[in-house]
């Protein structure tokens, strides 16, 4: 952070409002991490096999997953990044809050029940069912890892920048140490508590977070007499930008880029929920199809209710604070959901505005710890269960050895996690999530779907459909504004971003499709019609499922 931004009202308020208060804030930290440690070690003890530890051996009633999907759900993008959205874009950052909620329908009606039904642990046990063993595995394995590191980016960014306002850490070095710490944090969690250690965490995280969502929402709408067109009218004239913050286009509409931007957007919003391997993994930790089915019922339910408080978080941030006080403390507008605490609280120098500020930060900073961990575990799995138990031990290895091979793998993606989560530290993190939804929409939804669905798809098929989703997915990050050419990309002072979208999906997701198709007709594999048989019969009635 430049002197610059240090010296403005916004980071100071912040700041002195965390530093009279410190030692409540690290209170409030260090009691939900000896809490969530508690909860790792007492889970640790039961997790005795491998069914155990990849699916909490399926002892989840439905409340209990749906609100634990709610918390992997519920992440650092929803609580941080959409609130900063709508605090800086209005109108266009709120359309974030619908995609990731109208996504769910997707994963309700496509995935859910078949999804539980077809497998075990993960998404490479439905693609192998019906096709060559390995290089499924495989493909389905690195797919996994690459959209959870994706989506571990933001949360590592969110936490760098939520801890530095609170501690006043303001140094390069202090921020990086910050990544460090949630990631070891992460790695701990994992490693010993399994998937029930991080379903239990889950769901502390998600009381907590929507309690203290409730709470700011309703301090805001009681700061507006619970008159939602004061609020609005409020935060249009604080934007500066009159009625046309409360109108389409302020982000996306001006120009053609931006409109195809908005609609690859949506896109990857709306499908990349049914791709996601941390959410996937959830829908194994019930005992039966129905229960999967009415978890995902429940988490609807908790999700849609967070995601209309997170309106009245981001217009409630931009009536309160200016434009210019949000951005200096964060570029991409990630404090405004603390900030906004602070100032509902009483402001810089209360003792309300303080303790808000700190209850915010401590649920935020929850929220992310229980995040990483579920992103963590589906990667680390999919490589113990499908890399190294299927396809480089080829089916001989024993419970206790996948077991260790996943505790490994955990170490090594939060290894991965840390380096590339320090260099992601002033992104939005609601668009860095966006981008892990449309590689996991190009390159894991197309594949599932053809295989549920479509009895004629092959293993060249699934092969296509997965490594040209992943390839042109990242590729054009790569090459895209996200990491170049633009004050808010991960590396500003460059300039190689010859594609002009910030989200892939409207060209990588029908890519995906369509080579998945085109490989499978190409290919000169026949189709096992009496596996797909099978499989037919088990997604959709859960005959002989596990």
């Known amino acids: 952070m430049s002197a610059a931004a240090l010296a403005h009202p916004s980071v100071q308020l912040a700041a002195e409002g965390a530093s009279e ?6 209170a409030l930290f260090g009691a939900f991490v000896v809490a969530t440690l508690f909860i790792t070690v007492w889970a640790g003890r039961q997790t005795k096999s491998a069914s155990d530890f990849y699916a909490g051996g399926r002892q989840f009633t439905a409340f209990q997953n749906g609100l634990a999907v709610s918390g992997d759900y519920m992440s650092a993008a929803s609580f941080l990044g959409i609130a900063g959205a709508i605090a800086l874009f209005g109108y266009d950052g709120f359309l974030y809050s619908i995609g990731f909620l109208v996504a769910w329908l997707v994963a309700l009606l496509l995935v859910a029940e078949p999804l539980r039904n077809s497998g075990r642990y993960t998404m490479g046990d439905v693609l192998a069912y019906r096709m060559r063993q390995r290089p499924v595995r495989t493909a389905a394995g690195a797919s996994t890892i690459v959209v959870s590191i994706f989506y571990l980016l933001a949360q590592m960014a969110g936490a760098g920048v939520l801890v530095s306002l609170l501690l006043g850490i303001t140094s390069d070095g202090g921020k990086i140490a910050i990544v460090a710490l949630v990631g070891l944090l992460m790695i701990v969690y994992v490693t010993i508590g399994g998937m029930k250690g991080t379903t239990w965490v889950q769901m502390v995280k998600a009381v907590l977070l929507i309690a203290g969502t409730l709470l700011i929402t309703f301090l805001i709408l009681l700061k507006f007499n619970f008159n939602i067109s004061d609020l609005l009218g409020t935060a249009a004239s604080n934007s500066g930008q009159g009625s046309a913050f409360l109108e389409p286009g302020l982000k996306y509409g001006a120009t053609g880029t931006s409109k195809l931007d908005f609609i690859s957007l949506g896109i990857a919003l709306v499908l990349g929920t049914a791709g996601l391997p941390h959410i996937l993994i959830r829908f194994y930790t019930v005992p039966t199809a129905k229960a999967a089915r009415k978890s995902v019922n429940w988490a609807i339910g908790i999700i849609g209710s967070f995601y209309l408080m997170t309106i009245v978080l981001g217009f409630g941030a931009a009536a309160l604070l200016k434009p210019d006080d949000i951005i200096a403390s964060n570029k991409a507008g990630n404090t405004a959901a603390p900030l906004a605490a602070l100032e509902i609280g009483g402001g810089s120098g209360s003792t309300g505005g303080a303790i ?10 929850a929220t992310i710890l229980a995040v ?24 001989k290895a024993t419970e206790k050895e996948e077991v260790r091979a996943a505790r490994w793998a955990t170490v090594a993606i939060g290894v991965v996690s840390i380096a590339l989560g320090a260099l992601a530290r002033d992104m939005n993190v609601a668009g860095l999530v966006a981008l892990a939804f449309a590689v996991a929409a190009s390159a894991n ?5 053809y295989s549920l669905f479509w009895k004629r798809f092959t293993t060249q098929g699934a092969l296509w459909s997965i490594y040209g989703g992943l390839a042109s997915s990242v590729l054009l990050v790569l090459f895209s504004p996200v990491v170049s050419s633009k004050p808010s990309s991960m590396f500003p002072d460059l300039d190689f971003a010859w594609f002009p979208l910030e989200n892939p999906g409207l060209i990588s997701i029908p890519l995906g499709f369509l080579l998945g198709w085109a490989g499978s007709l190409i290919s000169k594999e026949e189709p096992d019609k009496g596996k797909y048989a099978e499989l037919e019969v088990k997604s959709l009635t859960g005959t002989g499922a596990h």
């Open 372 to 395: 990483v961990a579920g992103l963590t575990l589906a990667s680390s799995s999919s490589f113990a269960h499908d890399i190294y138990a299927n396809v480089i031990r080829r089916g």
């Open 356 to 365: 808000l500020l700190a209850v915010i930060s401590a649920v935020a900073f």
């Open 445 to 449: 939804l197309p594949t599932i779907l």
């Open 21 to 26: 208060h410190r030692p409540l804030i690290i």
